[in-house]
């Protein structure tokens, strides 16, 4: 399995020959927002992601595999609401009440962009706007204070952190599990030194 632990954000200045030879990794918006994943590349090989939590991968990114070699990141077609209008302010006030319900949404020169949910399709034509479904790559707006739109604790936590548990032992394997678990007793055994230097050494 191939291992990532580094990845370049669009533009990279890679040069375009080496990106168009690199293998493709085809993923949904909500899968490129996990940090820590196991995915199958379009050649069919395996490869675990392993990047700091909070990075959310674009489409045009450059994943760096242990070896060196690269793989570019595409965005998947997905089911989403294309949102159109025939003037500025309705789309301004349509993105306005998508952001009251804290609905990522991708913001076009022109468009409105988010993933499909009837409720809201049903909302944004009361609105007066049109909301057609469409099969299309979605790149929502990342967080204003960096990041994605996802949370430490949100729905996906247990199970990016099982993923990534899985993909150290497969990588770093028992040792650097021992010597995780002598550095973390040092660390303990630090704390309460210097814990109770104001009191009787105990």
Same mark, same amino acid.
């Given at each position: ?12 200045? !890679?040069?375009?020959?080496?990106? &168009?030879?690199?293998?493709?990794? #085809? ?27 909070? /990075? ?8 760096? /595999? ?15 609401? &294309? !949102? ?9 006030? *349509? *993105? ?19 993933? =499909?949910?009837? !409720? ?9 706007? #049109?909301? /057609? ?11 204003? =204070? ?9 729905? #996906? ?28 007793? &040092? ?5 309460? !030194? ?9």
């Amino acid at each position: 399995m191939l291992t990532v632990e580094k990845h370049f954000a669009a533009p990279h200045g !890679v040069d375009a020959a080496l990106v &168009q030879c690199a293998p493709k990794l #085809t993923l949904p918006f909500s899968e490129r927002s996990k940090s820590r994943l196991l995915a199958l590349l379009d050649d069919g090989r395996e490869v675990g992601v392993f990047l700091p939590r909070g /990075t959310v991968l674009r489409g045009g990114d450059l994943l760096v /595999t242990d070896d060196g070699h690269y793989i570019e990141v595409c965005a998947a077609a997905e089911s989403v609401l &294309q !949102v159109s209008a025939a003037d500025g302010h309705a789309l301004m006030r *349509a *993105a306005y009440h998508l952001g009251n319900r804290h609905t990522p949404v991708e913001i076009g020169a022109d468009y409105l962009r988010l993933e =499909y949910d009837p !409720v809201l399709a049903e909302m944004l034509a009361r609105l007066g706007v #049109t909301a /057609t479904r469409a099969d299309l790559p979605f790149e929502p707006e990342a967080g204003a =204070y960096g990041g994605g739109h996802k949370h430490g604790h949100d729905a #996906t936590f247990a199970e990016d952190h099982a993923a990534a548990l899985a993909l150290f032992e497969q990588h770093h394997g028992h040792e650097h599990e021992r010597v995780y678990i002598r550095r973390h007793a &040092q660390h303990i055994h630090d704390d309460h !030194v210097h814990g109770d230097a104001g009191g009787d050494g105990h």
